[in-house]
């Protein structure tokens, strides 16, 4: 087992140095355990009634970021629900048949073009959390607003979205401010035609961020629309 272990990482060692310049692979992974206790009191007329329960979670991820060229790189993510993490329960999980949960799937896996006066990327690609997404997020899911400054955009997306985005830096000098714009389908819809072609275009997702910084100082501006 040893001999194999050492003849696999020996090749990865030769495939590696043995990239062109200006190529490179790097593997990453991530794992976390929480012990999760939740408490409640419900108070309802006259009568109240509590409950306490306690889980074991799990939250994983192995990802691969690859650069091609100074201008293309990739990147791609496996993992679970990062942001949550998973419940543990053996009766539901773990026994072989029947293993639900915990399962992977891309939280990531996109392509990008960086020439240095645009930036490119298309697929599953990377949304950081803000204000706006975190309504934007529960609204999705849950159909209505409530609840968004409990639950914030990492849980319900692990901070990306299928999609693409474009971007240009305006400025790069001492007040740096660029332009991003994405976009993502929220709802495929079917077209069908009758007598008459009857419309019911895809609900499309726009997003514009507006990063701008000065002396240490930094703000982005963000817009979200979801016209029809």
């Given at each position: 087992?040893?001999?194999?272990?050492?003849?696999?990482?020996?090749?990865?060692?030769?495939?590696?140095?043995?990239?062109?310049?200006?190529?490179?692979?790097?593997?990453?992974?991530m794992a976390q355990?929480?012990?999760?206790?939740?408490?409640?009191?419900?108070?309802?007329?006259?009568?109240?009634?509590?409950?306490?329960?306690?889980?074991?979670?799990?939250?994983?991820?192995?990802?691969?970021?690859?650069?091609?060229?100074?201008?293309?790189?990739?990147?791609?993510?496996?993992?679970?629900?990062?942001?949550?993490?998973?419940?543990?329960?053996?009766?539901?999980?773990?026994?072989?048949?029947?293993?639900?949960?915990?399962?992977p799937f891309f939280?990531?896996?996109?392509?990008?073009?960086?020439?240095?006066?645009?930036?490119?990327?298309?697929?599953?690609?990377?949304?950081?959390?803000?204000?706006?997404?975190?309504?934007?997020?529960?609204?999705?899911?849950?159909?209505?607003?409530?609840?968004?400054?409990?639950?914030?955009?990492?849980?319900?997306?692990?901070?990306?979205?299928?999609?693409?985005?474009?971007?240009?830096?305006?400025s790069k000098g001492?007040?740096?401010?660029?332009?991003?714009?994405?976009?993502?389908?929220?709802?495929?819809?079917?077209?069908?035609?009758?007598?008459?072609?009857?419309?019911?275009?895809?609900?499309?997702?726009?997003?514009?961020?507006?990063?701008?910084?000065?002396?240490?100082?930094?703000?982005?501006?963000?817009?979200?629309?979801?016209?029809?």
């Amino acid at each position: 087992m040893f001999k194999t272990l050492s003849t696999v990482l020996l090749s990865a060692v030769t495939v590696f140095s043995a990239l062109p310049e200006g190529m490179s692979f790097t593997p990453y992974g991530m794992a976390q355990y929480r012990f999760r206790y939740e408490f409640t009191n419900k108070n309802l007329s006259e009568e109240a009634s509590s409950m306490g329960n306690y889980y074991n979670t799990i939250g994983y991820k192995i990802g691969l970021k690859a650069v091609l060229n100074e201008q293309v790189s990739a990147q791609f993510e496996l993992g679970n629900d990062w942001g949550s993490t998973e419940k543990i329960d053996a009766s539901a999980y773990n026994y072989t048949g029947i293993r639900k949960a915990l399962a992977p799937f891309f939280s990531l896996a996109y392509v990008k073009w960086d020439p240095g006066y645009l930036h490119i990327e298309a697929g599953i690609i990377p949304v950081k959390g803000t204000s706006v997404t975190d309504i934007l997020g529960v609204s999705l899911t849950k159909g209505n607003y409530q609840l968004s400054s409990h639950i914030p955009w990492l849980a319900n997306t692990n901070n990306s979205m299928q999609g693409f985005r474009i971007g240009a830096p305006i400025s790069k000098g001492n007040f740096k401010f660029g332009v991003d714009l994405m976009t993502s389908i929220i709802k495929q819809r079917t077209e069908t035609v009758k007598e008459e072609f009857a419309s019911n275009n895809n609900s499309i997702m726009i997003m514009a961020d507006f990063p701008m910084s000065i002396a240490g100082l930094s703000l982005t501006p963000q817009f979200i629309a979801i016209p029809f």
